[in-house]
């Protein structure tokens, strides 16, 4: 069993994450997945799976931003079939 002093903790983040953390625009203004890799992954060498880790990045930092309760959210578009995800910073 879990104590509730443990599920207050903050939960750190990882390089990938704190980089896409950074990528984000402020304001409100939302940036796709595609926009993320090409930002984070410079030049050519990006992997084939470049996008899915991006995305997987993403959701685990949305779940670690809302459990350490930060001053601001990260909002996730609606899957929309093949097109990029947007991804949008703002205040809570």
């Known amino acids: ?22 990528l984000l625009p402020t304001g409100g203004k939302a940036i796709s997945s595609e926009e993320l890799v ?7 060498d990006k992997p084939f799976n470049a996008r899915q880790s991006i995305v997987t990045a993403m959701t685990n930092l ?6 350490n309760r930060e001053p601001f959210r990260i909002i996730k578009a609606k899957r929309s079939g093949p097109h990029p995800m947007e991804y949008k910073k703002v205040k809570r």
Do not use: C, F, P
């Open 38 to 44: 090409d930002r984070h992954d410079v030049g050519d």
């Open 62 to 67: 949305i779940k670690k931003v809302e459990h």
């Open 1 to 22: 069993m879990v104590s509730s002093s443990q599920n207050e903790k903050t939960v750190g983040y990882s390089a990938t994450e704190k980089s896409l953390l950074a």
